[in-house]
């Protein structure tokens, strides 16, 4: 332990009570470390197997020493969230609660990135992490008929708030627009009565934000007569499905390829326009080591007639690498050579894929970027995209 560094055992009590329980249950085998997305980059080492037991040694942000508590936030905020090392844990340690837990300290303290603390005021200000105002929410619906939703109706569309504000990711939440009209699928929106999910800044450690942010999406939800809804982001569906119910949610939430599977398994859906093109799908972090979910956004690639489905080898469901947008990665600027996404395009592109498949609006914009910096033959489509195409 470094010198300077002593143990201090009121925050490591702190972090305990904020989530970080976990930290007892690690008994320092290193297989975490082992499956981290951040052993693909050479330039980085990210030793996360010693976060619980300095946890446990109150060893952690205890120093005084500037430039090492500099070094711990940077490190703290490394991980993603991608859940690779939870998946994997002999004793189910799950690490992202170990670190909200600490980010929490470092919120209170005001010692976490610019990048985090404005995009977390946004979303308390505007409701959406763009800063945008919120009466413009709903801007993306033009020229696409959708309805306010209203008692009675099937789902409450949650288009997530990348859709509803960047011009690339519009085009997505209007596909799945057309999806549901397809399939006569009764939906509304609530415009701007509905926030950011918050799940990436309570991730962040912004759990005050969080707990006010959602505490009001429930609410609005409650006295829209919400039951079911259906999501474009699965980040929003995990936090809803996984973490609203803190907050007295009543209702369902299902992800949007769920939701067009069980619609093509009804024959609601009828895919007959032919893709004849090869296409690789790549699993988000949130939808698959999250929910579980694998087979439905495949099933409805598959659905598609002339595409030729193919698999990156060795990282595809479980072993999926992360984009990097998770736990607000999405907002940090990561130097060259240390972008998940890089590699994970390349692994795609490797394939002989002509399109990268995607199921997550983080994923989308990630990706993209990459490839357009890398100068790559890919091109990057969302599922509904796709299967809109297709109908």
Same mark, same amino acid.
């Given at each position: 332990?470094?010198?300077?560094?002593?143990?201090?055992?009121?925050?490591?009590?702190?972090?305990?009570?904020?989530?970080?329980?976990?930290?007892?249950?690690?008994?320092?085998?290193?297989?975490?470390?082992?499956?981290?997305?951040?052993?693909?980059?050479?330039?980085?080492?990210?030793?996360?197997?010693?976060?619980?037991?300095?946890?446990?040694?109150?060893?952690?942000?205890?120093?005084?020493?500037?430039?090492?508590?500099?070094?711990?936030?940077?490190?703290?905020?490394?991980?993603? #969230?991608?859940?690779?090392?939870? /998946?994997?844990? !002999? +004793?189910?340690?799950?690490?992202? @609660?170990?670190?909200? $837990?600490?980010?929490?300290?470092?919120?209170?303290?005001?010692?976490?990135?610019?990048?985090?603390?404005?995009?977390?005021?946004?979303?308390?200000?505007?409701?959406?992490?763009?800063?945008?105002?919120?009466?413009?929410?709903?801007?993306?619906?033009?020229?696409?008929?959708?309805?306010?939703?209203?008692?009675?109706?099937?789902?409450?569309?949650?288009?997530?708030?990348?859709?509803?504000?960047?011009?690339?990711?519009?085009?997505?939440?209007?596909?799945?627009?057309?999806?549901?009209?397809?399939?006569?699928?009764?939906?509304?929106?609530?415009?701007?009565?509905?926030?950011?999910?918050?799940e990436a800044i309570r991730r962040a450690g912004a759990e005050e934000v969080f707990q006010e942010v959602a505490g009001a999406n429930v609410t609005a939800f409650s006295e829209a #007569?919400?039951?079911?809804?259906? /999501?474009?982001? !699965? +980040?929003?569906?995990?936090?809803? @499905?996984?973490?609203? $119910?803190?907050?007295?949610?009543?209702?369902?939430?299902?992800?949007?390829?769920?939701?067009?599977?069980?619609?093509?398994?009804?024959?609601?859906?009828?895919?007959?326009?032919?893709?004849?093109?090869?296409?690789?799908?790549?699993?988000?972090?949130?939808?698959?080591?999250?929910?579980?979910?694998?087979?439905?956004?495949?099933?409805?690639?598959?659905?598609?007639?002339?595409?030729?489905?193919?698999?990156?080898?060795?990282?595809?469901?479980?072993?999926?690498?992360?984009?990097?947008?998770?736990?607000?990665?999405?907002?940090?600027?990561?130097p060259k050579g240390e972008r998940f996404s890089d590699i994970r395009v390349q692994q795609a592109a490797a394939t002989g894929a002509e399109i990268l498949a995607v199921a997550c609006?983080?994923?989308?914009?990630?990706?993209?970027?990459?490839?357009?910096?890398?100068?790559?033959?890919?091109?990057?489509?969302?599922?509904?995209?796709?299967?809109?195409?297709?109908?």
């Amino acid at each position: 332990m470094n010198a300077r560094i002593r143990p201090d055992w009121d925050i490591r009590d702190a972090i305990l009570e904020m989530g970080g329980t976990d930290a007892y249950k690690c008994y320092q085998c290193g297989k975490c470390m082992a499956m981290c997305p951040w052993t693909h980059v050479e330039s980085v080492v990210f030793p996360v197997y010693r976060t619980p037991q300095s946890v446990k040694l109150g060893a952690i942000m205890s120093s005084e020493d500037t430039d090492e508590i500099e070094r711990e936030v940077t490190e703290v905020y490394r991980c993603v #969230g991608c859940e690779s090392c939870s /998946t994997w844990c !002999p +004793h189910g340690v799950h690490m992202p @609660d170990i670190m909200r $837990g600490i980010r929490r300290i470092l919120v209170e303290f005001g010692s976490y990135p610019s990048e985090l603390s404005e995009a977390v005021s946004r979303i308390h200000s505007s409701g959406n992490p763009f800063g945008e105002p919120r009466e413009n929410r709903a801007a993306w619906t033009e020229g696409a008929e959708v309805p306010p939703f209203e008692t009675g109706m099937d789902y409450l569309y949650s288009p997530c708030c990348v859709p509803a504000y960047d011009p690339r990711a519009v085009k997505v939440a209007k596909a799945s627009v057309e999806v549901l009209k397809a399939a006569n699928v009764s939906f509304g929106i609530l415009g701007d009565g509905e926030s950011c999910c918050s799940e990436a800044i309570r991730r962040a450690g912004a759990e005050e934000v969080f707990q006010e942010v959602a505490g009001a999406n429930v609410t609005a939800f409650s006295e829209a #007569g919400v039951k079911k809804v259906v /999501t474009t982001s !699965p +980040h929003c569906h995990r936090t809803f @499905d996984q973490e609203y $119910g803190e907050l007295e949610a009543d209702f369902e939430s299902v992800h949007q390829t769920q939701l067009f599977a069980k619609l093509i398994e009804q024959q609601r859906l009828e895919p007959k326009n032919a893709l004849e093109k090869k296409v690789v799908y790549h699993d988000p972090c949130a939808l698959g080591r999250g929910c579980g979910v694998y087979d439905e956004p495949r099933g409805v690639l598959k659905s598609i007639p002339g595409l030729e489905l193919v698999e990156i080898p060795n990282y595809s469901r479980e072993y999926s690498l992360c984009c990097g947008g998770g736990s607000g990665g999405v907002w940090l600027e990561r130097p060259k050579g240390e972008r998940f996404s890089d590699i994970r395009v390349q692994q795609a592109a490797a394939t002989g894929a002509e399109i990268l498949a995607v199921a997550c609006p983080y994923c989308l914009q990630m990706f993209e970027d990459s490839v357009k910096t890398m100068d790559l033959e890919l091109e990057v489509k969302d599922v509904s995209e796709l299967l809109a195409a297709a109908l």
